[in-house]
T-cell receptor, first 113, second 110 residues
Framework: SAVISQKPSRDICQRGTSLTIQCQVDSQVTMMFWYRQQPGQSLTLIATANQGSEATYESGFVIDKFPISRPNLTFSTLTVSNMSPEDSSIYLC??????????FGPGTRLTVL | GENVEQHPSTLSVQEGDSAVIKCTYSDSASNYFPWYKQELGKGPQLIIDIRSNVGEKKDQRIAVTLNKTAKHFSLHITETQPEDSAVYFCAATTGNQFYFGTGTSLTVIP
C-alpha cells in the first residue's frame, strides 16, 4: 500500500484568499486524485492529477478555481482559489499504483471565514 | 454513469454482535469494489476489497460478498468491537473513476 501525507492538516482562511494543499506519496504512483468531502457527506471527485499534463476536472469543478499541479510521480498540489465560506470542507488526496486501487491521505480541514 | 446506493445510513450494534452494510450499483461494467473505514478526523482507510471474479473475501473479522447478477455487495463485520465504530464507505469502479456510496455511520455499544 501507499502512505500518503498532506499539508496542512487544517487551516482557517479569510474570504478571497487562496490556499495550496500539498500531497506527498511515499512511492511512485500512476494515479493521483483530489476529492472534497463536506461534513457528514460522501466523497466528491474534484479532479485527476495527471503527471506531466493538465489535470482532468469533473463536472462542476474548474481549473481557475482549483488549479492542480503534478510535477512528478510522488507529489501533487491543489489550490483552492478566491475562497468563500462555501469552500469550507475536507480536501482529500488519494493515490494508487493503478486506477482501480486508491489509498487516501489524512485530509486537509479547511474553514473559510 | 455509475450510481452506488448504500444502506443503512446509521447502524448501532451491541459489542460482540455482527454488522452488515449493503451497497448496490448500477453499471454492470464495474469490476472492483473496495470498502473504506473513516474514523473521526482521519482520511478513509481501505479495509477490504473484492473483484468481480470473486464471490466472497474474508480478512479476520471482516468479509465482503458480491452478487454480480443482482449488482449488490455487502460488508460483514463479526464480533464487533468499540474500535469498529466509524463511517464506512463502499465504492464501485470500472477502473476509471471511483463512485462512492453515501456512507454508514456504525456505532458499537460497549
Amino acid at each position: 500500500s501507499a502512505v500518503i501525507s498532506q499539508k496542512p492538516s487544517r487551516d482557517i482562511c479569510q474570504r478571497g484568499t487562496s490556499l495550496t494543499i500539498q500531497c506527498q506519496v511515499d512511492s511512485q504512483v500512476t494515479m493521483m486524485f483530489w476529492y472534497r468531502q463536506q461534513p457528514g457527506q460522501s466523497l466528491t471527485l474534484i479532479a485527476t492529477a495527471n503527471q506531466g499534463s493538465e489535470a482532468t476536472y469533473e463536472s462542476g469543478f474548474v481549473i481557475d478555481k482549483f488549479p492542480i499541479s503534478r510535477p512528478n510521480l510522488t507529489f501533487s498540489t491543489l489550490t483552492v482559489s478566491n475562497m468563500s465560506p462555501e469552500d469550507s470542507s475536507i480536501y482529500l488526496c488519494s493515490a494508487g499504483p493503478s486506477s482501480d486501487t486508491q489509498y487516501f491521505g489524512p485530509g486537509t480541514r479547511l474553514t473559510v471565514l | 454513469g455509475e450510481n452506488v446506493e448504500q444502506h443503512p445510513s446509521t447502524l448501532s450494534v451491541q459489542e460482540g454482535d455482527s454488522a452488515v452494510i449493503k451497497c448496490t450499483y448500477s453499471d454492470s461494467a464495474s469490476n472492483y469494489f473496495p470498502w473504506y473505514k473513516q474514523e473521526l478526523g482521519k482520511g478513509p482507510q481501505l479495509i477490504i476489497d473484492i473483484r468481480s471474479n470473486v464471490g466472497e473475501k474474508k480478512d479476520q473479522r471482516i468479509a465482503v460478498t458480491l452478487n454480480k447478477t443482482a449488482k449488490h455487495f455487502s460488508l460483514h463485520i463479526t464480533e464487533t468491537q468499540p474500535e469498529d465504530s466509524a463511517v464506512y464507505f463502499c465504492a464501485a469502479t470500472t477502473g476509471n473513476q471511483f463512485y462512492f456510496g453515501t456512507g454508514t455511520s456504525l456505532t458499537v455499544i460497549p
